[in-house]
């Protein structure tokens, strides 16, 4: 441009008034054009180079606003979300609701040995707090190679604090979860107790652990603290009265199987499983841990007639008219079978029963046979391991081949060894109709009656109740009367085995009590272990002396709680219900 | 009219962007607020279990048994507190109004011949059947004495029904 004005300009020969047009096309030429061009596109670019970048940091900001960005920055960035953590193990609760097992937070104490400056310091700095530990066993953890061990597990508060006044670097916390029993020893055997990791190692907490675990729900036992109390209260008080080894008892609904009450004495305590009992200290920890109504298999002894009754009634083998002769005792191979307090006479069925004549038992099971007697106690679930839901079950023992000896034993209950907890499953469904149902530690909901299985007839219940009651009425368990309650019932006190022997002292006295005995309700199921006689039972430690007072006590207790309403005993209904025909007229001798 | 347009997209983006960034601020303070309720509620919860462990341990049977003998000495309700039912109650002398004659017999008799809830373990056999009996005869009376005045005066209020039933026992 400057090149062509200059040449119009300095045009010498051009006219004055002659001024070239401001508008005509300059054309450059040469290097000039070049130089424009370049320019041209130097800008272009440029331009085009900023515009990306503007639309990238666009697009960017877009991206971030709306779309929420995703990479790492923009996480961080963001607040993390807060979730509820995962519901470890499920409360435990009774069928009011009661808290039985819950799990609560609590700081565990771990180090990180290589930020510990001096080792014998910090040993014995926290020796002085946990006096428990031992100061080498400390400074080993505190020297190990890892970088993660545990000081102790489970503080408490106070010693969270102790710890934290310390001031040692390199010791932190970790907030574990703890399984926590309030009520201790009370329902241990049936709760049972968890580890350190909160792995269920008996009872409950370990036959359902898979439920438990993950569960948010509060798992509701069959289980009435109220009556669990109760039991327990009264076995303890028949353990310490005839200065008994042991005791167990359960109570059940008859017709549920439910299980509202399940005791095992002596017990533990559930949140220091292995601490001894502060007590009784010389009880050894196996003896406590062992669930005598689940696990223990025991020769239950006379209670087992009711079997050998109702076994001959339903199949049709006796009638209640039918007589025995117990004048004589029984010497069959090495054996002799007598009665405890016998009558020396011929006894109708229902004074086999009242007066436990284990020779009337005897004869009564040999005229059924070897053959229909197993297939009976088959029949009642005796012969197989009992299904509940806890894994403390024990297997019963009986011979692998019934002879005419065998038979005769097992009509009393002896040479058959079977778990509280069957006998009790087998009593509940003589009484209730004659339907077998599998017992629970569950809550049913109310009034549900689980599918069973007709093991006797109607007819034979019925008969089975009536001769129950006349046991307590007019028989071994007299004192088991509740008056109001209408108990019927069974005693049984059987000789224990001691090596190949029966030993005459060691008796093992047990008793089934069902109330109200015309429409049953509960059963109660108590056991004592080598009880020993006392001056207020004359020198007996027989279940009539025992375990039978116990159980008219528990009665009376649980049945207000039960709202069981008492009735007039003597009260036409009640006496016509419970009306044994065979008797009628007839001068009942006293047991 | 370029230059309107230019201005209409200029506000509306300005506008979407800030309401973007006014909404995206928005909702990060929600959720820090929801963060913080939420861990004031799972603090809550462990406190509230802690409440319930504690309050199971304090209220064990044993305990309460313990604080009862101590301050209550509360017993087992026993049987003869549980013998009588609301119909073994005898009923009060039916106050002196105008109703036929059977009613009135019918309806005194239990006044006259029942005694006051008495411990019935402590009555012999036969007197505790005499006392059924009366309770037999007891037991339609209400209806009787109620059936004839409430035809003829329907009470009015809830009130007027209680000094009714009151009248009438």
């Not at chain 1, 909160?198 to 009435?224: I, K």
């Not at chain 2, 039912?85 to 105008?98: E, G, K, T, Y």
Request: charged fraction near 20%; charge should be neutral; hydrophobic fraction near 40%.
């Amino acid at each position: 441009m400057k090149i062509a004005t200059q040449r119009f300009d300095d045009n010498p020969c051009r006219p004055r008034h002659f001024k070239p047009p401001p508008c005509v096309a300059i054309i450059p030429d040469g290097p000039a054009k070049q130089t424009l061009e370049a320019c041209h596109t130097r800008l272009l670019v440029t331009g085009g180079l900023f515009a990306l970048v503007f639309a990238v940091v666009a697009l960017r900001v877009v991206e971030i606003v709306a779309v929420g960005g995703g990479t790492a920055e923009s996480q961080i960035a963001r607040f993390r979300i807060v979730t509820p953590p995962e519901p470890s193990h499920a409360d435990i609760v009774d069928r009011n609701g009661n808290v039985l097992a819950t799990t609560l937070d609590s700081p565990s104490l771990y180090a990180n040995p290589k930020q510990i400056l001096d080792a014998t310091e910090a040993a014995n700095k926290l020796v002085s707090v946990f006096p428990t530990l031992g100061v080498a066993e400390v400074f080993a953890k505190l020297i190990s190679s890892k970088s993660f061990v545990w000081i102790r597990r489970h503080l408490t508060p106070a010693e969270q604090y102790n710890v934290n006044q310390l001031g040692i670097p390199g010791l932190e916390f970790e907030h574990e979860e703890r399984r926590v029993y309030p009520d201790g020893g009370l329902t241990s055997h049936v709760v049972g107790y968890a580890g350190i990791d909160n792995a269920g190692f008996a009872g409950v907490e370990r036959g359902l652990d898979a439920v438990l675990r993950g569960r948010r729900e509060p798992l509701q036992l069959s289980l009435d603290l109220r009556l669990q109390y109760i039991l327990h209260e009264e076995l303890q008080r028949v353990i310490d009265d005839f200065t008994a080894k042991g005791g167990a008892g359960l109570i059940m609904d008859v017709n549920s199987g439910e299980i509202l009450a399940m005791a095992s004495l002596p017990d533990f305590d559930p949140n220091h499983p292995t601490a001894p009992d502060p007590e009784h200290p010389a009880v050894a920890l196996a003896d406590r841990m062992f669930n005598r109504v689940t696990l223990g298999v025991y020769e239950l002894g006379s209670i087992f007639k009711i079997f050998t009754v109702a076994m001959a009634l339903d199949y049709g083998t006796a009638t209640v008219t039918s007589t025995y002769d117990a004048s004589h005792p029984i010497r069959i191979g090495r054996f002799t079978i007598s009665d405890y307090h016998g009558k020396h006479r011929v006894l109708s069925v229902p004074e086999i029963l009242m007066y436990s004549s284990n020779i009337g038992a005897a004869r009564m099971a040999v005229a059924a046979g070897a053959q229909m007697q197993r297939e009976f106690l088959t029949r009642l679930g005796l012969l197989e391991t009992p299904k509940i839901e806890i894994s403390e079950v024990g297997t019963p023992h009986y011979p692998a081949k019934w002879r005419e000896v065998n038979v005769m034993t097992i009509a009393f209950g002896h040479g058959i060894s079977v778990t509280p907890l069957s006998f009790a499953t087998a009593a509940a469904a003589l009484v209730n109709g004659g339907i077998l149902r599998q017992a629970t530690l569950l809550k049913l909901p109310a009034g549900y009656e689980p599918r069973g299985q007709r093991v006797i007839s109607a007819k034979t219940s019925e008969q089975m109740r009536k001769l129950m009651r006349l046991v307590v009425e007019h028989g071994t368990g007299t004192m088991a009367a509740a008056p109001g309650y209408v108990v019927g019932g069974k005693t049984g006190t059987a000789d224990k085995v001691s090596g190949r022997h029966y030993a005459e002292r060691k008796l093992l006295s047990s008793f089934v009590g069902v109330f109200p005995i015309n429409d049953p309700k509960y059963l109660i199921l108590t056991m004592v272990d080598e009880p020993h006689p006392n001056k207020q039972s004359h020198g007996y430690a027989t279940a009539g002396w025992t375990v039978a007072p116990a159980t008219s006590r528990i009665i009376e207790r649980i049945a207000p709680l039960l709202g069981v309403q008492p009735l007039d005993e003597s009260s036409p209904e009640v006496q016509r219900a419970l009306m044994v025909e065979s008797l009628q007229g007839k001068r009942i001798e006293a047991y | 009219m370029i230059k309107l347009s230019t201005l209409f997209w200029l506000v509306l983006v300005s506008t979407t962007g800030f309401a973007m960034f006014a909404v995206k601020y928005g909702v990060q303070s929600l959720e820090d607020e929801l963060n913080r309720t939420k861990r004031a509620t799972i603090a809550e919860e462990h406190a509230i279990r802690a409440d319930e462990a504690e309050w199971a341990y304090l209220t064990r049977p044993e305990t309460l048994d313990e604080i009862n003998r101590r301050h209550l000495a509360l017993g087992p309700i026993t049987t003869k507190q549980l013998r009588t039912s609301v119909i073994d109650i005898p009923l009060r002398a039916a106050a002196p109004v105008v109703v036929d004659a059977p009613v009135v017999a019918v309806a005194e008799q239990p006044a006259e011949s029942a005694p006051p809830a008495i411990p019935a373990s402590t009555i012999a056999p036969a007197l505790l059947e005499k006392q059924a009996e009366v309770v037999e005869l007891a037991r339609p009376a209400p209806t009787k004495v109620m059936a004839k005045p409430v035809p003829s005066r329907r009470p009015k209020s809830l009130d007027e029904l209680i000094a009714q039933v009151v009248a009438n026992r």
